[in-house]
């Protein structure tokens, strides 16, 4: 529906829900809202909603409905978050404005990992899937590889914990662990902008 939206309206429903660095720190939803997103062309959003569609499921089972969202939505945050420590404020990838929920899939790649570990599979073709994407920026153009980076992480993270949990603490890990990686990303966030020099320090006027 988003994607509809994005197309009907031209771009400017793009503009009003996309992230950058620039409108992040004034529009904090938008860590969010981008990841709902995608590029006008349909390989993007086909991409995302295969490798949902791919691993998905499986995780939903494995940690079930509550547990699998809160993983979805935390790896989302991440991924604009990780494209926010990597920017640059005195550069252009400060105000470039990204979308896609790459993030949130790479966050369910580094998920799989930890459980299919635990169960006592080989995750090397995950691994490989992972490598070949992150290789990707490479050679195509406006890929927000940061964005992976920062899904991942947070997937790796929480799949852990959940796939690691004791069965009698299993309840407890559900809601403690994601609620301790959302402070520690707003932290993360709030740290980067409290190093953000003001227009004037940019300017060499203090």
Known sequence: ????????????????????????????WRFLTAA???????????????????????LEQAFGRGRFIALYLLAAV????????????????WFIGVVGASGAVF???????PVLRRLGKNAGQIVVLIAINMALPLFVPNIAWQAHLGGLAVGLVIGAGYALAPRERQR?????????????????????YSTVPTVAGLLGLF
């Open 172 to 192: 407890l890990v559900g809601w403690a662990l994601p609620t301790a990686v959302g402070v520690v990303l707003v932290a993360a966030a709030t740290w980067k």
């Open 78 to 93: 991440g991924g604009q978050v990780g494209v926010l420590l990597l920017a640059d404020p005195t550069q252009d990838s």
């Open 107 to 113: 966050g369910l790649f580094g998920a799989i990992i």
């Open 1 to 28: 529906m988003s994607w509809i939206l994005q197309l009907a309206t031209g771009g400017a429903w793009t503009q009003e829900w996309a992230f950058s660095p620039a409108t992040g720190q004034v529009e904090p």
């Open 36 to 58: 709902f997103l995608h590029s006008t062309t349909p390989l993007h959003i086909l991409f995302n909603m295969y490798a949902l569609w791919l691993v998905g499921p499986f």
